[in-house]
Protein backbone atom coordinates (compact mmCIF):
# COMPACT_ATOMS: atom_id res chain seq x y z
CA UNK A 1 0.00 0.00 0.00
CA UNK A 2 1.05 3.33 -0.77
CA UNK A 3 -0.22 6.38 1.58
CA UNK A 4 0.27 10.06 0.86
CA UNK A 5 0.41 12.99 2.89
CA UNK A 6 1.28 16.65 3.12
CA UNK A 7 -1.49 18.42 1.03
CA UNK A 8 -3.69 21.30 2.19
CA UNK A 9 -3.97 25.33 1.59
CA UNK A 10 -1.01 27.23 0.72
CA UNK A 11 -0.61 30.61 -0.52
CA UNK A 12 0.86 31.42 -3.87
CA UNK A 13 4.77 31.25 -3.59
CA UNK A 14 4.58 28.96 -0.88
CA UNK A 15 6.12 25.81 0.00
CA UNK A 16 4.57 22.23 0.65
CA UNK A 17 6.11 18.96 1.66
CA UNK A 18 4.06 15.70 0.16
CA UNK A 19 5.25 12.50 1.46
CA UNK A 20 4.59 8.89 0.11
CA UNK A 21 5.02 5.64 2.60
CA UNK A 22 4.80 2.18 0.89
CA UNK A 23 4.29 -0.21 3.41
CA UNK A 24 3.30 -4.17 3.26
CA UNK A 25 4.96 -7.38 1.74
CA UNK A 26 7.90 -4.87 0.02
CA UNK A 27 11.05 -6.56 -0.49
CA UNK A 28 12.27 -3.45 -2.27
CA UNK A 29 10.88 -0.36 -4.60
CA UNK A 30 11.96 0.78 -7.98
CA UNK A 31 10.76 3.86 -9.32
CA UNK A 32 8.77 6.28 -7.24
CA UNK A 33 6.66 8.54 -8.92
CA UNK A 34 4.44 12.03 -7.79
CA UNK A 35 1.41 12.39 -10.33
CA UNK A 36 -1.10 15.45 -10.24
CA UNK A 37 -4.76 15.63 -11.87
CA UNK A 38 -6.16 18.85 -12.09
CA UNK A 39 -9.83 19.60 -12.07
CA UNK A 40 -10.85 18.65 -15.89
CA UNK A 41 -7.44 18.01 -16.97
CA UNK A 42 -5.63 14.64 -17.38
CA UNK A 43 -3.07 12.97 -14.91
CA UNK A 44 0.46 13.88 -15.42
CA UNK A 45 3.68 13.00 -14.47
CA UNK A 46 5.13 15.40 -12.16
CA UNK A 47 8.45 13.89 -11.20
CA UNK A 48 9.89 10.23 -10.65
CA UNK A 49 13.21 8.93 -8.96
CA UNK A 50 14.98 5.76 -9.70
CA UNK A 51 15.89 3.28 -7.41
CA UNK A 52 19.78 4.48 -7.69
CA UNK A 53 18.27 8.05 -6.71
CA UNK A 54 18.07 9.76 -10.41
CA UNK A 55 15.56 11.92 -11.09
CA UNK A 56 13.56 14.04 -13.53
CA UNK A 57 10.83 16.24 -13.70
CA UNK A 58 8.05 17.56 -15.67
CA UNK A 59 9.37 20.65 -17.37
CA UNK A 60 7.42 23.39 -15.85
CA UNK A 61 8.26 21.14 -11.99
CA UNK A 62 12.09 22.35 -12.64
CA UNK A 63 13.62 24.12 -9.83
CA UNK A 64 10.81 24.29 -8.30
CA UNK A 65 10.10 20.90 -7.10
CA UNK A 66 12.21 18.49 -5.58
CA UNK A 67 11.56 14.70 -5.27
CA UNK A 68 13.94 12.63 -2.63
CA UNK A 69 13.50 8.74 -1.26
CA UNK A 70 14.42 7.44 1.70
CA UNK A 71 14.80 3.49 0.90
CA UNK A 72 14.91 2.60 4.54
CA UNK A 73 11.84 4.02 5.21
CA UNK A 74 10.68 2.82 1.86
CA UNK A 75 9.08 6.97 1.19
CA UNK A 76 9.32 9.29 -1.04
CA UNK A 77 8.97 12.67 -0.79
CA UNK A 78 8.18 15.73 -3.11
CA UNK A 79 8.98 19.03 -2.09
CA UNK A 80 7.26 22.28 -3.91
CA UNK A 81 8.71 25.60 -3.45
CA UNK A 82 7.29 28.70 -5.36
CA UNK A 83 3.62 27.53 -5.69
CA UNK A 84 1.24 28.95 -8.02
CA UNK A 85 -2.33 28.81 -8.52
CA UNK A 86 -2.11 26.31 -11.36
CA UNK A 87 0.12 23.67 -8.91
CA UNK A 88 -3.82 23.31 -7.62
CA UNK A 89 -4.42 19.43 -8.29
CA UNK A 90 -4.84 16.11 -6.29
CA UNK A 91 -1.27 14.60 -6.43
CA UNK A 92 -1.10 10.89 -6.48
CA UNK A 93 2.24 8.73 -5.77
CA UNK A 94 3.35 5.79 -7.76
CA UNK A 95 5.92 3.33 -6.66
CA UNK A 96 7.05 -0.80 -8.57
CA UNK A 97 6.93 -2.48 -5.55
CA UNK A 98 9.04 -5.55 -5.70
CA UNK A 99 6.89 -7.75 -3.60
CA UNK A 100 8.32 -10.03 -0.90
CA UNK A 101 5.97 -12.96 -1.63
CA UNK A 102 6.10 -13.16 -5.34
CA UNK A 103 9.67 -11.30 -6.32
CA UNK A 104 7.32 -10.13 -9.25
CA UNK A 105 7.49 -6.19 -9.61
CA UNK A 106 3.83 -4.37 -8.92
CA UNK A 107 3.09 -1.18 -9.86
CA UNK A 108 0.39 0.89 -7.00
CA UNK A 109 -1.28 3.74 -6.41
CA UNK A 110 -1.55 6.09 -3.50
CA UNK A 111 -4.84 7.72 -2.88
CA UNK A 112 -4.33 11.20 -3.25
CA UNK A 113 -3.53 14.11 -1.16
CA UNK A 114 -5.10 17.30 -2.27
CA UNK A 115 -2.64 20.57 -2.68
CA UNK A 116 -5.04 23.67 -3.52
CA UNK A 117 -2.56 27.51 -3.72
CA UNK A 118 -4.87 30.59 -3.11
CA UNK A 119 -5.00 33.74 -1.60
Known amino acids: QLQASGGGLVQPGGSLRLSCAAS????????MSWYRQAPGKQRELVAR???????DYADSMKGRFTISRDNAKNTAYLQMNSLRPEDTAVYYCNADVLVQSTLRFTNYWGQGTLVTVSS
Open 24 to 31: GNIFSIGT
Open 49 to 55: IFSGGRA
